[in-house]
């Protein structure tokens, strides 16, 4: 999960080098096809070993890299497509249904390696089955996407829509040179910092409570093996709803204002995340409930963050916003949340392991609080 977390947040990194400033329709298909073969890699290559006797643990950590790696690829191009062809007032629900990918893909899993091996009896399906339908599916995202409206022949989606940010004009739909938007719309870009040093937080809280929840559940709570295999699945399935709702409401209730909707779901993520930890052993269903909730509440500002970040810079260049605070949140959050919190749970026991993760939430609000201005100023309803 580190390697593959590393990964992730360097490919996001690098694809932000090439997905701006060019057409959006070969980045799209391109890392899912590279992802199925360093995941086909991930199948074979170790296999030989395997029965060659002497098998390198390297081999294992290159393979979770490169997986890692193409499948970061895939946010900078996915955020950049929506902001050219949906408004602002309607990016929150877009986003949020884009998002739930996350959860969908994941579920499909099983049922594709079930698939597979009733059809060909052999473990090696849970790689080329899934492989094999991703590569349908960058077909088809070749076959059907496009770059702009206006490589269609359409007006901006500003003007169709009647929609327009603050500060937008002509200049929004020029294309600017790799340097103009790493330097002067990314690095310079101080509120786009902030956000993605939220994503470190909410990463964080996201993967430490995640990656920990089996173990935790087990040696303090008492659970047997089956039933916090269940709480797993049930906090990875309640993200759907809870990402939805809030994709609606920052659109709907909050008129776009993504850093208030990000605060509201993180404090009752602190709350809840508090229950958990402190409620005593032995009353199961309010773990379970507790649980649940986190799960419903964090993935709606994880999706947030990406969100606003593609919001806080001119959509030419959204790809490389949404790659930067990819690299923060894998890099800094995901792989943190391996090391760090199983390191202060050695170290302090599991009371120090969840005051980290309350830290976390708290300063996750804070950076989000300090764009909360500007999102209110970008608003339809802002001053």
Same mark, same amino acid.
């Given at each position: 999960?580190?390697?593959?977390?590393?990964?992730?947040?360097?490919?996001?990194?690098?694809?932000?080098?090439?997905?701006?400033?060019?057409?959006?329709?070969?980045?799209?298909?391109?890392?899912?096809?590279?992802?199925?073969?360093?995941?086909?890699?991930?199948?074979?290559?170790?296999?030989?070993?395997?029965?060659?006797?002497?098998?390198?643990?390297?081999?294992?950590?290159?393979?979770?890299?490169?997986?890692?790696?193409?499948?970061?690829?895939?946010?900078?191009?996915?955020?950049?497509?929506?902001?050219?062809?949906?408004?602002?007032?309607?990016?929150?629900?877009?986003?949020?249904?884009?998002?739930?990918?996350?959860?969908?893909?994941?579920?499909?899993?099983?049922?594709?390696?079930?698939?597979?091996?009733?059809?060909?009896?052999?473990?090696?399906?849970?790689?080329?089955?899934?492989?094999?339908?991703?590569?349908?599916?960058?077909?088809?995202?070749?076959?059907?996407?496009?770059?702009?409206?206006?490589?269609?022949?359409?007006?901006?989606?500003?003007?169709?829509?009647?929609?327009?940010?603050?500060?937008?004009?002509?200049?929004?739909?020029?294309?600017?040179?790799?340097?103009?938007?790493?330097?002067?719309?990314?690095?310079?870009?101080?509120?786009?910092?902030?956000?993605?040093?939220?994503?470190?937080?909410?990463?964080?809280?996201?993967?430490?409570?995640?990656?920990?929840?089996?173990?935790?559940?087990?040696?303090?709570?008492?659970?047997?093996?089956?039933?916090?295999?269940?709480?797993?699945?049930?906090?990875?399935?309640?993200?759907?709803?809870?990402?939805?709702?809030?994709?609606?409401?920052?659109?709907?209730?909050?008129?776009?204002?993504?850093?208030?909707?990000?605060?509201?779901?993180?404090?009752?993520?602190?709350?809840?995340?508090?229950?958990?930890?402190?409620?005593?052993?032995?009353?199961?269903?309010?773990?379970?409930?507790?649980?649940?909730?986190?799960?419903?509440?964090?993935?709606?500002?994880?999706?947030?963050?990406?969100?606003? *970040? @593609?919001?806080?810079?001119?959509?030419? !260049?959204? #790809?490389?916003?949404? $790659? =930067?605070?990819? &690299?923060? %949140?894998?890099?800094?959050?995901?792989?943190?949340?391996? *090391? @760090?919190?199983?390191?202060?749970?050695? !170290?302090? #026991?599991?009371?120090? $392991? =969840?005051?980290? &993760?309350? %830290?976390?939430?708290?300063?996750?609000?804070?950076?989000? *609080?300090?764009?909360?201005?500007?999102?209110?100023?970008?608003?339809?309803?802002? $001053?």
């Amino acid at each position: 999960m580190t390697w593959a977390g590393a990964g992730r947040g360097l490919g996001g990194l690098r694809y932000l080098e090439v997905s701006d400033g060019r057409g959006l329709r070969p980045f799209q298909p391109a890392p899912l096809s590279a992802d199925r073969a360093a995941a086909l890699g991930a199948d074979h290559v170790p296999v030989r070993l395997y029965r060659l006797g002497h098998v390198q643990c390297g081999d294992h950590v290159r393979a979770a890299f490169l997986n890692g790696w193409v499948q970061g690829m895939g946010w900078p191009p996915c955020g950049r497509t929506m902001v050219h062809w949906w408004s602002q007032k309607e990016r929150g629900r877009i986003v949020s249904t884009w998002n739930i990918a996350h959860n969908v893909g994941g579920g499909l899993i099983g049922p594709l390696f079930i698939l597979g091996m009733a059809w060909y009896n052999d473990w090696h399906s849970a790689f080329y089955v899934p492989a094999a339908v991703a590569v349908g599916v960058a077909v088809f995202a070749f076959l059907t996407m496009r770059d702009t409206p206006q490589t269609c022949g359409l007006p901006p989606i500003e003007a169709y829509k009647n929609d327009y940010p603050e500060g937008y004009d002509d200049s929004h739909e020029k294309e600017f040179s790799t340097r103009e938007i790493l330097v002067e719309h990314v690095l310079k870009n101080r509120l786009l910092w902030y956000i993605a040093l939220a994503n470190v937080f909410v990463y964080l809280l996201r993967y430490g409570v995640l990656d920990w929840a089996p173990t935790y559940l087990q040696e303090v709570k008492g659970f047997t093996v089956d039933k916090s295999s269940w709480a797993y699945f049930l906090y990875e399935w309640a993200g759907i709803p809870g990402t939805l709702l809030c994709g609606w409401l920052s659109d709907r209730l909050f008129k776009g204002n993504r850093a208030a909707t990000g605060i509201t779901f993180m404090v009752l993520v602190t709350l809840f995340t508090a229950l958990y930890w402190l409620t005593p052993p032995g009353h199961a269903m309010l773990d379970m409930f507790s649980l649940i909730a986190i799960g419903f509440l964090i993935y709606g500002p994880v999706m947030l963050i990406g969100l606003h *970040a @593609l919001e806080l810079v001119p959509k030419k !260049a959204a #790809g490389t916003a949404a $790659g =930067f605070t990819g &690299l923060f %949140g894998y890099l800094g959050g995901s792989v943190a949340a391996s *090391a @760090l919190v199983g390191y202060t749970v050695d !170290a302090y #026991g599991w009371d120090g $392991g =969840f005051a980290l &993760l309350i %830290g976390a939430c708290v300063l996750a609000i804070v950076l989000l *609080a300090m764009t909360s201005r500007h999102a209110a100023r970008q608003s339809p309803t802002g $001053g």
